[in-house]
């Protein structure tokens, strides 16, 4: 079984940045994969960011792609999500999510059982 838990949301003004975390425990392997979606009231999960856990493959949404980066601690277990020239449309809840199997629809929130409880990103002057 995977357990994930999410930190580092806030509060920040538009321009600034914030670094969200998912500490992930568990049994990984070479072919796993942790996303990031991110959720409104009322709006569907979005698709953020994807990487395999083995680091040969990253994605992004088109809305972040620039400014948005994730990346994998080793030696923490954990996987990051830098998020940089933060707008006000970027304020959601974050929410990290894992499965096993990276090729498929990784942008697809139905297709990771796994998932945290979120942390807000609140992007706001």
């Known amino acids: 079984q995977v357990q994930l838990v999410e930190s580092g949301g806030g509060f920040v003004e538009p321009g600034g940045s914030l670094r969200l975390s998912c500490a992930v425990s568990?049994?990984?392997?070479?072919?796993?994969?942790v996303a990031w979606f991110r959720q409104n009231p009322g709006n569907e999960r979005e698709f953020v960011a994807a990487m395999r856990w083995n680091g040969a493959a990253t994605r992004l949404a088109d809305s972040v792609k620039g400014r948005f980066t994730i990346s994998r601690d080793n030696a923490r277990n954990t996987v990051s999500l830098q998020m940089n020239s933060l707008k006000s449309e970027d304020t959601a809840v974050y929410y990290c999510?894992?499965?096993?199997?990276?090729?498929?629809?990784?942008?697809?929130?139905?297709?990771?059982?796994?998932w945290g409880r979120g942390t807000q990103v609140t992007v706001s002057s």
């Open positions: 568990g049994r990984a392997s070479s072919d796993f994969a």
């Open positions: 999510s894992a499965r096993y199997g990276w090729s498929v629809a990784y942008y697809s929130p139905s297709s990771y059982p796994n």
